[in-house]
């Protein structure tokens, strides 16, 4: 009896880790695998209405190979969108992430006191939910109840309408950044700490200033924290809905289409035609799929080089 527990043991071990597992891919499936499956299936089907589309059997799902597909290719309002999307992230991607290296170098420094106190006012946008944001932004752009007009009029200084035409890119960059910049300070801010601090005695050593050590040894070193951020920020931007659902209410220039996930929120919920906005969904998740896999594939690629040379 002993010879044979001990010949089972091995084997119960070796399956433990993949208990532990089943609870993580049992959600994995049923929330994230389940749905997006699902969608994919809605994709191809679509409702066709027989007569007047009343009564039993006058409304039936049937097969529609690609016709969603192509249906959403050819959408004007969802490439419109798409367009507004670039524009609002060629603001939103450099700016953040180019504040939030700022800052973890600042950071970094051994000149900078109040180190925590820093870092925590930095992050502490982040913590605040999104549409909260949104809704604290709105309101300060809105000329009849912002501090900032308030004293721009009493300046007697011009007063820009920040939620129309051009301007309005701008605003809502402004709160992206506003709450994104924190978290990629800390994520490059965690990479600095784990530099050795003997790079920077040999750098000084050499005679290197400050300036020289961030360009030449902590930027480079921070390359890979610069990557992750910035997969994380296309993504982020791919997927804006948060900002300008909330600041519709607020203006006319933002419609309910601006955005392609509120292009496909509109046909689902707002037209009913859960069928076609499953289509776009499943473009944005491919577009965004296929943009991240390049831009991870094209960094690998040259981190390969650098690291052969």
């Known amino acids: 009896m002993t010879s044979t527990t001990a010949r089972r043991r091995p084997y119960g071990v070796k399956g433990a880790p993949y208990a532990f597992l089943i609870p993580a891919i049992a959600l994995f499936l ?4 389940l749905p997006i499956g699902y969608a994919v299936y809605l994709s191809f089907r679509k409702v066709e209405v ?3 589309g009343l009564g039993a059997g006058a409304r039936e799902e049937v097969w529609a190979g690609l016709q969603n ?8 309002e969802l490439l419109d969108g798409a367009l507004r999307v670039l524009g609002y992230g060629c603001v939103v991607v450099p700016v953040m992430l180019g504040l939030a290296l700022l800052f973890a170098l600042m950071l ?3 000149k900078v006191r109040f180190t925590p106190v820093t870092r925590l006012a930095i992050f502490l946008p982040y913590a605040i939910p999104g549409v909260v944001a949104a809704l604290l932004w709105g309101f300060l752009y809105l000329p009849d109840v912002s501090p900032f007009y ?6 007697g200084l011009p007063q820009p309408d920040l939620l129309d035409g051009g301007p309005l890119y701008l605003a809502l960059a402004n709160i992206a950044v506003w709450g994104g910049t924190g978290f990629n ?4 801010y ?4 784990a530099i050795p601090a003997e790079v920077y005695e040999a750098a000084k050593l050499d005679g290197a200033s400050p300036l020289q050590i961030a360009l030449r040894i902590k930027i480079p070193m921070v390359a890979p924290s610069l990557v992750l951020t910035f997969f994380f920020s296309i993504i982020a931007t791919l997927q804006v809905f948060n900002e300008p659902t909330t600041l519709k209410p607020l203006t006319n220039s933002v419609s309910t289409t601006w955005s ?5 929120y509109q046909d689902a919920f707002g037209k009913g035609d859960i069928h076609a906005a499953a289509a776009q969904a499943a473009i944005i998740a491919l577009v965004t799929l296929v943009l991240s896999f390049g831009f991870l594939r094209a960094a690998n690629r040259r981190n390969k080089q650098e690291a052969a040379r």
């Open 30 to 33: 049923l929330f994230f695998a």
């Open 50 to 52: 027989s007569g007047l």
């Open 69 to 76: 597909y192509t249906d959403a290719l050819t959408d004007s």
């Open 108 to 110: 970094d420094s051994e």
């Open 150 to 155: 308030f004293v721009l009029d009493r300046l």
């Open 185 to 188: 300070m800390i994520v490059i």
């Open 190 to 193: 965690t990479s600095l700490r």
């Open 260 to 264: 392609p996930l509120m292009k496909v």
